[in-house]
């Protein structure tokens, strides 16, 4: 039985790997950018898992091949500034919507629940990828890992999307599949939903008490269905 709470007030969602697959484009700019610096390219898989902390330490990770390490500091600039200017030339060439995103998407909305993107991704990317996906109208705000002094696994951009909507962040959903969205809840106070069908893996994430989320789903309807039976209650 999933856990509930009263008043589901908004849903915040990640971007990469929870609303779509931009696996394809990350890692096509990840071995542009080697390639430009005279570098080998990277198997797919192995970027996939340097994603979810935002490109600054993306660059640094595929620069150095290693999920800790450090580029110089000229080199970083150099293959930042290439990546940057690459993929935005790139954002969804190969990159889509899981199945069933914006159907659920469409579901919530239809409730009359603000929608939200929490994101580590740079804000102007992160909203040019949900323009391009036909997404962006979805959501009432955007945050990138830029937007605020602090990104997830911090607190802060959920605490900060609670204000502006001016509701308790008790009362919001965050959506998503790695740790970071999960540590993220957690510290803010409010229900974490997991992705199976993500970059991160639930099944790990899930026997760790200080990342297991409090709901799991295979697709975004069923958040809708799970909140269906409140929305009805509260209709009587």
């Known amino acids: 039985?999933?856990?509930?709470?009263?008043?589901?007030?908004?849903?915040?969602?990640?971007?990469?790997?929870?609303?779509?697959?931009?696996?394809?484009?990350?890692?096509?700019?990840?071995?542009?950018?080697?390639?430009?610096?005279?570098?080998p390219p990277l198997p797919r898989d192995t970027v996939e898992s340097y994603v979810g902390d935002g490109i600054g330490i993306l660059v640094h990770r595929v620069l150095t091949?290693?999920?800790?390490?450090?580029?110089?500091a000229a080199l970083w600039e150099q293959g930042f500034t290439f990546f940057v200017h690459y993929y935005r030339e790139h954002l969804s060439d190969f990159t889509c919507a899981y199945p069933e995103t914006e159907t659920g998407l469409g579901l919530l909305k239809s409730l009359g629940i603000p929608l939200v993107?929490?994101?580590n991704k740079n804000e102007i990317l992160a909203v040019e990828l949900l323009k391009q996906l036909g997404l962006a109208d979805y959501f009432s705000l955007i945050l990138g890992g830029d937007s605020l002094p602090e990104k997830k696994p911090?607190?802060?951009?959920?605490?900060?999307?609670?204000?502006?909507?001016?509701?308790?962040?008790?009362?919001?959903?965050?959506?998503?599949?790695?740790?970071?969205?999960?540590?993220?809840?957690k510290?803010?106070?409010?229900?974490?939903?997991?992705?199976?069908?993500?970059?991160?893996?639930?099944?790990?994430?899930?026997?760790?008490p200080a990342t297991k989320p409090d709901w799991l789903i295979g697709s975004l309807p069923e958040i809708y269905e799970n909140l269906q039976p409140q929305k009805e209650n509260d209709d009587e």
């Not at 802060?156 to 540590?183: Q, R």
């Open 1 to 39: 039985m999933n856990p509930t709470i009263d008043h589901v007030q908004a849903v915040a969602f990640d971007l990469d790997g929870t609303l779509c697959d931009s696996i394809p484009d990350l890692a096509a700019s990840a071995n542009a950018m080697r390639g430009h610096l005279g570098l």
């Open 154 to 185: 911090s607190a802060l951009p959920l605490k900060h999307a609670a204000e502006v909507l001016n509701i308790d962040v008790a009362n919001m959903l965050m959506v998503g599949d790695s740790h970071n969205d999960i540590l993220a809840a």
């Open 117 to 119: 993107v929490i994101t």
């Open 65 to 72: 091949d290693r999920r800790d390490g450090q580029a110089e």
């Open 187 to 208: 510290a803010a106070g409010c229900l974490s939903v997991g992705v199976t069908f993500g970059y991160g893996d639930m099944t790990e994430l899930s026997q760790n």
